[in-house]
């Protein structure tokens, strides 16, 4: 599998770009998963529901399935020897595999990533200080940069150069679609 990810600060919009990117993807044909970091405690279970009960009476994991789709979850419990959280690759190794896995947090791991930046949140860019940035996606103007630079609604030629870039297809390259540009130096 072949991963590729979006960075950002929070409020930026990666999940929104996310959100599009995957059916510009899937209608070129390419199978897509996704990974997503939460940085606080989340739940996917409900109170009231049995695989709640089931977790909450010690289970260390629990798998509920139906006709439309299936989960497991696996509790990290505290304790004499806790667990720890898992790495990108761990929870990689878990997937079914696909053409393409995209990831939504997870900076510091060791894949490409497409910076989601927008003007208004007045925070810097991620691109000078992470070598792994190879595009930069934002709603106005970059200060010049050697790397590529999208426009936020240039959802085919993102998808397009993430393509290109990963070697999935030869989807069309980065310098058929608007770019933008910063001021001149």
């Known amino acids: 599998m072949v ?18 990117l ?6 070129r044909g390419i199978s897509v998963s996704t990974v997503k970091h939460a940085h606080h405690g989340f ?7 049995d695989s709640h009960r089931h977790r909450q009476a010690g289970a260390r994991e629990v798998m509920i399935s139906s006709a439309r789709r299936w989960a497991l979850m696996h509790e990290l ?20 595999p696909v053409d393409l896995v995209l990831v939504e947090g997870f900076k510091r791991a060791a ?3 497409l910076e989601i930046h927008r003007a208004a949140l007045a925070k810097p860019l991620l691109a000078p200080e992470d070598a792994r940035i190879v595009a930069i996606a934002a709603d ?9 630079r999208f426009p936020l609604d240039d959802i085919e030629g993102i998808a397009g150069f ?8 030869p989807g069309p390259a980065a310098s058929r679609s608007p770019v933008l540009t910063g001021p001149a130096s």
Do not use: C, N
């Open 140 to 148: 106005q103007p970059v200060p010049e940069s050697r790397l590529p």
């Open 77 to 96: 419990r505290a304790g004499s020897d806790p667990e720890p959280e898992p790495d990108l690759d761990d929870l990689l190794a878990r997937m079914s």
């Open 43 to 49: 739940d996917v279970d409900q109170p009231g529901k």
């Open 22 to 27: 995957l059916p510009a993807l899937i209608a």
């Open 3 to 20: 991963v590729f990810g979006l960075a950002g600060w929070s409020g930026s919009g990666k999940t929104t770009m996310l959100a599009r």
């Open 162 to 169: 993430i393509l290109a870039h990963l070697g999935l297809s």
């Open 111 to 113: 894949y490409d990533k």
